[in-house]
C-alpha cells in the first residue's frame, strides 16, 4: 500500500508540473507629469492592445510562465499631450512592481495638412496628409525666419503670390466647413494680407477649389486654378484685385484639367495641362503656355508646377523625374537643373527672382535631425550652378516665392504645429 501511495504522489508531482500555470502582479504606473493614458500590449493570449487608465495607479498584470499559458511580456506606452510618449516593457520574470516614468515635452509629431490632388482617380480634390512638424520654429543653421502670417487649426495654404508693391500677399486658404446640410467637407479660397500686418481679406467666396494664384504684373488681376465650372477637374480663372466679383474664365477644355498658372510681365502665360482621353484614358502631365511667342495655346513639354521668369523669356518646371527643369519659352532644349536623389516626391513649386537670376524651389533632399527625409526652400541660379538650401527646420517648407523688390523669399511651413506664412531675407554673397 505505502508503494501504491508513493506511485500515486510522484504521478500527480509530475501530472502538475506539465500543466500551466499564470500568476498575477499588482503594478503601481505613475508618471511626471501626471495624467497620462496608459496602454498596454500583451505578446500572447487575450487582448493585444488595449487601455487601462490614467495615471497614477495600480494594474494587475496576470503573467504565464511560457507564452502558450499567457503573456510573458507586457509594452506599457504612457502618452499625455504636448509630450513624448513613452513605452516600458515589463516582464515576468523581472518581478517589478512599479513603473515610473518622467515624459518630455514634445519636438515632433505629425499634425494635417490639406493637399491639392489632380489625378485620374481622385479627379480634382483636397486631402488631408498628416505631415512632420518640429515644435521649433528655428533655423538650425543659417538665416533666421520670422512669421507673417499664422493659420488657424485645420487651415493650409495652396499657393502664394505678391503684388507688384511687394506689401500685398495673396494665398490661397484651405479650411474645413460645414455645407447647409451640416456636413464636413473642405473648401479653398483667395485670401489677402499685408505683410507688414493687418487682416486677412476674403478675395474669391463659395464652396470651390481655389488654389494656385498668381498676380499680373500691373497686379490688377490674379489668375487662378479652381473647379468652378467642372466640379471634378480645375480650369483657369481671373479675377480682379480692384472690385468685388468679376470671375472671368481664362483656360477652359472639356477634354483635361488646366491648373498651376504662372504670369510673365508680357502677358506670358503657362500651366500645367492633365489630358482626358475618351473612355475615361489620361495622359501625362503637360507644361502648355499661351501669348509670348506662342501666340496660341501650345504644348511645351512633359512635366507640372511651371513658373515663368518675369521677362517671359524662360520656363520652369519639375520634369517626370521629379527634377528641376527650365526651357525657352519657345519649348526647344531644355535644361536640367538639378539631379540629387529623390527621397520623398522630388523638386517642388519653382519660382523667379524678380531679376531672372535665380530659382527658389522646394525640395526632399534634407533630413532633420532623426534622419528623416523632409521639405526645405533651396536656392539654384538659372545656369544651374550655386544650389544652395536655406531653410534647416525639420518641418515642411513649400511654394516659395521671391518677392518683387527682391528682399525676402516667403513660403508656407507648418513649424511651431500649425500651418503659416514665413519669410527668409534673400540671401547675398554674405548670407
Not at 226 to 237: C, G, V
Not at 360 to 369: H, P, T
Request: negative net charge.
Amino acid at each position: 500500500m505505502r508503494v501504491m501511495r508513493a506511485s500515486a504522489a510522484a504521478a500527480a508531482m509530475l501530472f502538475f508540473a506539465g500543466c500551466s500555470t499564470t500568476t498575477t502582479r499588482v503594478v503601481s504606473l505613475t508618471s511626471h507629469p501626471t495624467g497620462a493614458t496608459v496602454k498596454v500590449t500583451a505578446n500572447a493570449n487575450g487582448p493585444r492592445d488595449f487601455r487601462v487608465g490614467v495615471t497614477p495607479f495600480t494594474y494587475s498584470f496576470l503573467f504565464g510562465d511560457r507564452a502558450a499559458d499567457g503573456p510573458t511580456l507586457y509594452n506599457v506606452e504612457f502618452s499625455l499631450a504636448g509630450h513624448e510618449a513613452k513605452t516600458v516593457s515589463i516582464r515576468g520574470e523581472d518581478g517589478r512592481t512599479s513603473l515610473d516614468v518622467t515624459l518630455e515635452p514634445e519636438v515632433v509629431k505629425e499634425i494635417p495638412r490639406h493637399v491639392l490632388v489632380v489625378s485620374p482617380e481622385k479627379g480634382y480634390a483636397l486631402e488631408t496628409k498628416r505631415v512632420r512638424s518640429w515644435v521649433e520654429d528655428i533655423e538650425r543653421e543659417g538665416m533666421a525666419a520670422s512669421s507673417v502670417v499664422r493659420l488657424g487649426e485645420g487651415q493650409s495654404a495652396l499657393g502664394l503670390t505678391m503684388a507688384p508693391d511687394a506689401q500685398t500677399m495673396y494665398f490661397s486658404l484651405a479650411e474645413e466647413i460645414k455645407d447647409a446640410q451640416g456636413r464636413e467637407k473642405i473648401m479653398a479660397n483667395i485670401r489677402s494680407v499685408r505683410v507688414t500686418g493687418g487682416g486677412i481679406t476674403q478675395v474669391t467666396s463659395g464652396q470651390w477649389l481655389d488654389a494656385n494664384p498668381c498676380c499680373s504684373a500691373d497686379g490688377r488681376h490674379l489668375v487662378f486654378n479652381s473647379n468652378r465650372m467642372q466640379f471634378d477637374k480645375p480650369d483657369l480663372f481671373r479675377i480682379s484685385t480692384e472690385k468685388t466679383g468679376g470671375i472671368a474664365v481664362i483656360r477652359q477644355t472639356a477634354e483635361g484639367a488646366n491648373y498651376q498658372p504662372s504670369l510673365a510681365n508680357n502677358g506670358l502665360l503657362s500651366f500645367t495641362f492633365l489630358p482626358r482621353y475618351q473612355g475615361g484614358a489620361q495622359g501625362v502631365r503637360q507644361i502648355w503656355s499661351i501669348g509670348g511667342v506662342n501666340e496660341y495655346p501650345t504644348q511645351l513639354r512633359v512635366g507640372s508646377m511651371s513658373a515663368v521668369s518675369g521677362n517671359g523669356e524662360s520656363i520652369a518646371y519639375i520634369g517626370e523625374d521629379q527634377q528641376l527643369w527650365v526651357v525657352p519659352a519657345g519649348g526647344q532644349n531644355p535644361v536640367q537643373l538639378t539631379s540629387e536623389a529623390v527621397n520623398k516626391d522630388g523638386k517642388k513649386n519653382p519660382s523667379w527672382s524678380p531679376d531672372g537670376q535665380h530659382l527658389v524651389f522646394a525640395s526632399d533632399v534634407g533630413k532633420d535631425n532623426r534622419d528623416v527625409a523632409n521639405y526645405d526652400v533651396w536656392i539654384i541660379r538659372a545656369d544651374g550652378t550655386g544650389l544652395r538650401q536655406l531653410t534647416t527646420n525639420g518641418s515642411e517648407d513649400d511654394y516659395p516665392i521671391v518677392s518683387p523688390d527682391g528682399k525676402y523669399i516667403y513660403f508656407v511651413s507648418n513649424r511651431g504645429f500649425m500651418e503659416g506664412i514665413w519669410r527668409i531675407p534673400f540671401p547675398t554673397a554674405e548670407t
